[in-house]
């Protein structure tokens, strides 16, 4: 298996949440990183997700063209294409953090356009989207999830919603440090009402428990996993007292919601674990991966700074500036990390089969 089909998507996810492991969705910005991505996730034995922000997307087509539908459509075009040879693991592609400006140009277009591939029974170009409404109220943003969620089952896609606010920057968008950062029972509750918990479609929730995207020193971030407990519990107890009318997943009956955990760089092993043992199935990888690539390109310009620049009249080297050599250490570099990501997660060695 290579990219996931709708089913086979589906069922990662159910393996994950029944296994006690989440699937690491790895942010990627060219066919470089791309690469590294799938490179780390075939080192490690594990299913993952590739994943493509508004910035990314826009990035992926040129800094001259910066269209989002463009990129996205390039992008999932390359991973499906280099995903053939590596066969032993499932990929997922996913659209990353699309706020409510940028629905009209990138997710609504992309939803119309794998509709339209449906229809003619084709798979669509991607497995899910999300949908980022924390700028918006929790009405606001279910009433938008609705009708997102329902194109995404035309579409057959997947739809991921965030619920409170991740602090710190991502992409350019500055999400502030305060009580926002904490969902709780009652916006669950909320969610379940709303969306349901799977009948009307696939869907996975970022529920906020004090995260914040970018890279931080230890102490400054202050997750509360229990959060997460404290949702799904209320929710599953909801279903069971008959005051919510939608199934329970079958053998995960105390994890109602599939849960993804954002802004998790930086985060101590004992929480990432806890966040997964709540039922957190997926988790986002940008910063540390980022880190990885450009540190590697750094160490390379700094051991050979004499062969990349021509420096004092000289030629200098050019096994050493094409950017192929350093490209291959970054690309390495990146996937070490992603391996390690894996092992947090608990994914590796868990690919289906």
Sequence with gaps: MTIAT??????????????????????????????????GLADAESDGIIQVSVGGSAYFSGQRVADRVTGSLAMAAFAREVAKKYPHI???????HCAKQYLDEWVRPLLDLEAEEVAHGRE??????MWDGSTVSLDENLSIAEELLDKSRKA???????VGAVGGEEDGMTGAIDDKLYSTPSMGMQVAQRLGLGENGLYTAAFTFGNVHGSYKPGFVKLRPQILGDIQSTVAQAVRDGQLHSPLPQGAEDKP????????????AQEIAQAVSYGVVKMNIDTDTQYAFTRAIAGHMFVNYDKVLKVDGEVGAKAQYDPRSWGREAEDSMAKRVVEACQELGSAGKALK
């Design 6 to 39: 709708p089913e086979r998507y589906a069922q990662m996810y159910d393996a994950a949440r029944k296994g006690g492991y989440a699937l690491p969705a790895i942010n990627v910005t060219s066919s470089q990183t791309l690469n590294a991505a799938l490179q």
């Design 156 to 162: 057959h896609t997947g739809l991921e919603i965030e």
């Design 90 to 96: 499932t990929v997922a592609l996913h659209t990353d």
């Design 257 to 268: 919601f599939l849960l993804v955990f954002h802004g998790g760089s930086g985060s101590a």
């Design 124 to 129: 669509p170009f991607f497995n899910s989207h």
